[in-house]
C-alpha cells in the first residue's frame, strides 16, 4: 500500500511491534553509534583509576580491613563509571532531543509517556551495565577482585543502575543549556566523586568531613558496591541497601512524574 | 454524516509566562478537506498544531481528530506531523530516522523499512539514505522531515509552514505531493505565510488572529464576504477587521 493513501479508520491502535521496543533499541544504538564516547572513553578512564592507583599507589598505601587498595577501590570506581554514563546518558540523549526538537516526534507518536521513560531508563541501565562489565574485565585480573557477597550485590546493582539512569533523564529533562549539562558534571559529579568515599574509608577523616562524605548519596552507592564486592564497608550492608533503593525509587517517582505530567518536555 | 477529521471546541492555552495563545478557539475540519489556517507570527498557529499532537497542554477546551480524543494513541496514530522547524534525530541515519519513526507507530520491522524505502524515493533521497541527517542540505532536510510525516500514512496530515524557505522545485514537488494526498482522501491541516500557497491548494481557509479564528471559508468566499480583490488584500482586511 502506497504512503500516498491514508490507512483505514482506526478503532483502536493496536501494533505489530511495540512502539517502546522501537524506542528503547533506537536508544541503545545511538550510543553504540558513538560507542568511542559513549563506552570507551568512560572505560578508560577507570581502568586507568585502576591501574595508576591501584596498582602503583596499592604498594604504599592500606585499604580496609586487610583488603589491598588497589581491590578497595574498585567498586568505587564501578560505581562512579556507571553513574557518569547515566549521566552523560540523560543529557546526550534527552537534553538534546528537548534542544533540537526531535523528541517531538517521540511525543507525537502513540508512544506512552511511561514507555518513553521506561525506553530511556533501560537504554541507560543497559550502558551502565556495558561499562561496568567492561571496567570489571580488565580491574579483576588486574587487581584480583572478587564478588564476596553476590546475593548482595544483585540486590544493590538493579538500584545503583536505576538511580544512575534517573539522575541522568531528570537532569537532561531540566537542563535549559549545554552550560547546566556541563557545569552539572564538573560542579556535582566530580566533586560528589572524590568526597564519596571511593579512595578512602570512612574512618580516615576528620568528623567534619565524614558527615559531608555521609550526606553524599555517592557514599552510599559506593557503600553498597563495596559490600557486594569484598563482603564489608564503612556501613553496614542493609543501611547501604536500603539507602539506595530509597534514592532509586524516589528518583524514578520524580522521573515518571515529569513524563507524566509533561514537565520541561510538553510547552 | 462523516465523522470530523479535526473538531476543536473552546481550546485555550495560557502560557506559564501569562501569554494567551489560543482564546476559546473552535474549529472544524471535515474529513477529506484540504484546510488552510492563516494568520500572523504569533497568532496561535504553532500552539493550535502541538495542541493536537500531544506537544502542547491546553489550559481548557476538547480536541478531537476522527472521534478520538486527542492524546488518545489512536489519535495520535492517525496523525502525521511535519513541523515548521527541521527536528531531525542526528544521530542516525537517514534511512534509520524513517524506520524507527515508522516503528514508534506500531509498524513491524519489515514494514517500517519497506515505508521508509518508499518515504525516501517519494522524496527523492534514496541515494542519502546512509548519511546522517546534519549531512543532507537545508532543501534535503526538508524533505526528510516531509517523508516522516507520511510513514504511518496519515488521515490527517498536518504542516507547519512545510515550504517556508525552499526553493521553487522543491515547493513544486511538495504541491505535487499535497494534491496527491488529498486526493487520495487524506485530510490535510495546513499552515503557510504563502498567501497564494492556501489560494493555490486549499479548498477552506480560516484566518487565526490572537487565539481565535476570525474568518473561514474558501478562497472565493472570503474574498467575495470582504469585497478583497486578491486574497492578499483579504488577508490584510480581515486581520485590520479583527483588530
Known sequence: MSLLAPAPAITSFVPERAPFRWLLEREVLRYLRIWRYALVGPVLSTVLFVLVFGTVL????DGLGGVGYGVFIVPGLVVQAVINVGYYNGTTSLYEARRDRYLH????SPLRWWEVDAALTLAAVVRGILVAGAVLVVAVPLT??????PGFLLLAAPAILLVAAQFGIIAGAVAGSLDHVYSVESLVLLPLGFLGGIFYPLGTLPDGWRLLSELNPLFWLVQAGRTGFLGTADVPGWASLLVVWTLAAGLTAVSAT???????LQA | MPEPALAVTGLRKTYADGFTALDDLDLTIPAGSFFGLLGPNGAGKTTLIGSVCNLVRPTGGAIEVFGHRAGTREARASVGLAEQDINVDRFLSVRQVLVYHAGYYGLGRRESGRRADEALELVGLTGKARVTAPELSGGMQRRLVFARALLNRPRLLILDEPTAG???DLRADIWRLLRTLNAAGTTILLTTHYLEEAEALCDEIALIRAGSIVARGSAEELRARYAAGSIADLYQRVLAVAS
Open chain 1, 105 to 108: 516526534c517521540v511525543l507525537a
Open chain 2, 166 to 168: 525552499v526553493d521553487v
Open chain 1, 258 to 264: 515529569m513524563f507524566a505530567r509533561g514537565a520541561r
Open chain 1, 58 to 61: 596499592s604498594r604504599h598505601v
Open chain 1, 144 to 149: 584480583g577482585i572478587g564478588v564476596e557477597r
